[in-house]
C-alpha cells in the first residue's frame, strides 16, 4: 500500500524538481511523514538519500549541456560539510513536533523566496530585437537570412561579466582574483547549506542558486547546474553522519520513491520548456504555502 503511494508522490516531487530547476526537494519531508507515515527523524534520514540520487539525476542533465561548474561546485559542498555534520548532530537532539514546526516555517522562507525571485524576473527588461538586413549574417555570425531574402529580428543580448573586456569574473579560486569578501560570502552560505541539510534532510537549492549568482557571479543556468552537485554533496555527507549513527532506513519503499522521482524529472524537464515558469513558480510555491500551513496545524498542537 504504501509503495503505491511512493509512486505517484515521487513523481511529483521529480515533476517539480525537473520544471523547476530547484526547491522540489522541500516536500520530500512532508510527503515521507504525513502519507507514508514515517518518523520526522527518520524521513529527515530518507529525504537525505532521495534527494542526493535525484540530484545527482537531475545534475547529469545539465553536465551534458555545460551548465556545471565542477570545480566551483566540489569547493563550495566541500564547504559545507562541517554545517552538514552540525546541522545532522542537532536534528538529532530535537523533538519531532518541533522539527516538523520549524521545517513548516522554512516552507514558508523558500516560498517567500521563490516569490521574490519571481518578481525580479517578471521586472527585467525584454530582449532587444533588431532586424537584420537581407544578406547579411546575425551580429553574432549565427543564423542565417529570413526566406526571400528578408530580415530577420535576431535576439541583441547583452554579454556577461565575464565576457566584456575589462571586467573581473567571478574566478575566485584563482590566487589573483580571490577578495576577502568573496571568501566569506562563499563560506558563510556554504555552511548555512550544510546546516540545512543536514538538519532537515533538503538540498537547499532555493539558497544556493542565489549565493552562487550573487556571490560568485552565475548566471542562472550555471548556477542551477551546479547547485545540484553541491546538493549531491551535502546529502552524502548528512546521510553517511547519519547511517554511521544507527539510523535504520525502510530501503523498498525509498528506493522505489527515489526512482519515481528520478522518471519525474525528465518528465519535468519537458514540461518546463512548454509551460511558462513564472506560472510553475505561482503553482508550486501555493502548494508550499499550503502544505508548511497544514504541517503547522499538525506539529504546533505537539509543542504546547
Known amino acids: 500500500m504504501l509503495i503505491a503511494i511512493a509512486i505517484p508522490a515521487g513523481l511529483l516531487i521529480g515533476l517539480s524538481l525537473g520544471a523547476l530547476g530547484g526547491g522540489g526537494s522541500i516536500l520530500t519531508v512532508p510527503v515521507l511523514v504525513y502519507l507514508l507515515h514515517q518518523q520526522p527523524h527518520t524521513a529527515t534520514t530518507g529525504s537525505l538519500l532521495i534527494v542526493g540520487i535525484t540530484a545527482l539525476g537531475g545534475m547529469a542533465v545539465h553536465w551534458r549541456a555545460g551548465r556545471v561548474r565542477p570545480v566551483?561546485?566540489?569547493?563550495?559542498?566541500?564547504?559545507?560539510?562541517?554545517?552538514?555534520?552540525?546541522?545532522?548532530?542537532?536534528?538529532?537532539?530535537?523533538?519531532?513536533?518541533?522539527?516538523?514546526?520549524?521545517?513548516?516555517?522554512?516552507?514558508?522562507a523558500a516560498a517567500a523566496a521563490m516569490l521574490r525571485r519571481r518578481?525580479?524576473?517578471?521586472?527585467?527588461?525584454?530582449?532587444?530585437?533588431?532586424?537584420?538586413?537581407?544578406?547579411?549574417?546575425?551580429?553574432?555570425?549565427?543564423?542565417?537570412?529570413?526566406?526571400?531574402?528578408?530580415?530577420?529580428a535576431v535576439t541583441l543580448d547583452r554579454p556577461t561579466a565575464a565576457?566584456?573586456?575589462?571586467?573581473?569574473?567571478?574566478?575566485?579560486?584563482?590566487?589573483?582574483?580571490?577578495?576577502?569578501?568573496?571568501?566569506?560570502?562563499?563560506a558563510a552560505a556554504a555552511t548555512g547549506v550544510g546546516?540545512?541539510?543536514g538538519f532537515f534532510g533538503v538540498g537547499g537549492g532555493f539558497v544556493i542558486v542565489p549565493a552562487l549568482v550573487l556571490a560568485l557571479g552565475f548566471?542562472?543556468?550555471?548556477?542551477?547546474?551546479?547547485s545540484l552537485l553541491v546538493i549531491s554533496i551535502n546529502s552524502a555527507s548528512a546521510l553517511a553522519v547519519r547511517l554511521s549513527g544507527g539510523a535504520?532506513?525502510?530501503?523498498?519503499?525509498?528506493?522505489?520513491?527515489?526512482?519515481?522521482?528520478?522518471?519525474?524529472?525528465?518528465?519535468?524537464?519537458?514540461?518546463?520548456?512548454?509551460?511558462?515558469?513564472s506560472r510553475l513558480t505561482a503553482a508550486f510555491t501555493g502548494l508550499l504555502v499550503a502544505v508548511a500551513v497544514y504541517s503547522l496545524s499538525r506539529s504546533v498542537p505537539g509543542l504546547i
Open 72 to 108: 566551483q561546485g566540489i569547493t563550495f559542498g566541500v564547504l559545507g560539510i562541517a554545517g552538514s555534520y552540525a546541522g545532522t548532530r542537532l536534528s538529532a537532539s530535537i523533538r519531532p513536533s518541533l522539527l516538523l514546526t520549524l521545517f513548516a516555517v522554512l516552507m514558508l
Open 195 to 197: 546546516l540545512l541539510t
Open 219 to 226: 548566471e542562472m543556468p550555471a548556477a542551477v547546474g551546479t
Open 119 to 152: 518578481r525580479s524576473r517578471s521586472g527585467q527588461p525584454e530582449p532587444v530585437t533588431q532586424p537584420v538586413p537581407s544578406g547579411l549574417p546575425p551580429p553574432d555570425g549565427t543564423g542565417t537570412p529570413g526566406p526571400g531574402g528578408r530580415a530577420r
Open 248 to 277: 535504520s532506513l525502510d530501503w523498498p519503499l525509498l528506493g522505489v520513491f527515489t526512482l519515481a522521482a528520478l522518471a519525474g524529472t525528465l518528465a519535468g524537464n519537458r514540461i518546463a520548456s512548454r509551460v511558462s515558469a
Open 163 to 186: 565576457a566584456r573586456p575589462g571586467t573581473k569574473t567571478a574566478a575566485w579560486w584563482h590566487p589573483r582574483g580571490v577578495t576577502g569578501r568573496q571568501v566569506l560570502k562563499v
